[in-house]
């Protein structure tokens, strides 16, 4: 019991740390200075060409029961529902703010459940939780004048989220609620947290992104792996397994560490986001509701696997993209 609570405790301490410091490390260094990428491309699923200008919010519930349903200012024109999970102990939806509005500024409706608010509670009491709010989510966008896609949904998780995100597209249409259309497992975990899944629910019509950070210590690359290996019912062209890299330099690094989809300000923000998470689960949702776009995550191709360039033009380090099994 002790150690588990230590555990905790340092994870804790560690995302406090992480949501107020760089993603970009500075380096002590007299060598001319080099600059990872600063700022956002123009095109493409990372791009700042948004199809809406501003976000809206409205909420219902709290504590645990709040749930946030994030949507474009002025939408007039059907578009796809998202649900957005948290890792554990991000609970509020700053720590992921500006990933959120890119997805909404781009065109979606974006569910985030709060489904926690007691951190020493099982993972079986926070899944029921988690669904009770995504149902009472989408049941309030069906009661607004939100115009939105019916056919399926879209589900994006970090850490505990990833895995969590993964279980919901076993058992969601059980539920009452559309099909899972795609999920994107990011960092998923942590050991000791893991649900038990049924992956041979999973639809095989659904397309799955699952990822890892190379210096990820506190989840590391397990879970990421297993869901990639165990979903075998979706077809190989449409599940893909990114090992992102870190690219130390003499002067900054850019780290592909557990936190790294931290996304709560500018000083948070880089080029794994705008190349990285950004892009990825952008083009995932396009590829998946319009058949648009597929080129940048599902397709071992240049677009998916740019991370932008160096100051000095030397490409920023780029990820593997695994497709087949073991």
């Known amino acids: ?34 600059l990872p990428p600063l700022t956002q491309p123009e095109k493409g699923p990372g791009g700042s060409n948004y199809s809406y200008s501003s976000v809206d919010m409205t909420f219902t519930g709290e504590g645990a029961e709040r749930v946030d349903i994030f949507f474009p200012h002025n939408l007039t024109s059907p578009v796809p529902v998202v649900i957005f999970i948290h890792g554990y102990s991000a609970i509020s939806p700053t720590y992921y703010q500006y990933w959120i509005y890119h997805i ?30 995504v149902v009472r989510g989408y049941h309030l966008i ?10 399926g949904v879209g589900m ?17 249409e059980d539920y009452g609620l559309p099909t899972p259309l795609f999920v994107f497992s990011v960092e998923p975990g942590p050991a000791g947290f893991v649900p038990t899944i049924d992956f041979d629910k999973i639809p095989s019509a659904a397309k799955l992104v699952s990822l890892y950070g190379d210096q990820d210590f506190v989840v590391g690359s397990y879970s990421a792996k ?17 090992a992102l890299h870190t690219d130390y330099r003499k002067d900054y690094s850019l780290t592909a560490s557990h936190f790294s989809p931290l996304a709560s300000g500018d000083e ?5 986001d705008w190349y990285g998470f ?26 998916a696997k740019f991370m932008g360039k160096w100051s000095d033009g030397t490409p920023v380090k780029q990820p593997d993209f695994i497709y087949n099994d073991k």
């Open 1 to 34: 019991m002790i150690k588990k609570i230590t555990v905790l405790f340092l994870f804790l301490f560690i995302i406090s740390c992480a949501s107020h410091g760089k993603k970009q490390t500075p380096q002590q260094t007299s060598e001319q200075n080099l």
């Open 104 to 133: 909404v500024k781009k065109g979606a409706v974006v569910i985030y459940p709060y489904y926690q608010t007691f951190l020493a509670v099982t993972q079986e009491k926070m899944y029921q939780k988690l669904v009770t709010d």
């Open 142 to 151: 069906e009661k607004s004048s939100l115009p939105i896609i019916t056919s």
């Open 156 to 172: 994006i998780g970090h850490s505990l989220g990833g895995d969590f995100a993964v279980k919901l597209a076993t058992d969601i």
């Open 226 to 242: 297993r869901i990639f290996y165990s979903a075998k019912n979706i077809p190989k062209a449409n599940r893909v397994l990114i």
């Open 268 to 272: 948070t923000i880089d080029a794994f």
């Open 278 to 303: 950004w892009k990825w689960s952008v083009a995932l949702m396009n590829c998946s509701f319009y058949n648009q776009e597929c080129d940048f995550v599902l397709k071992d191709t240049e677009n």
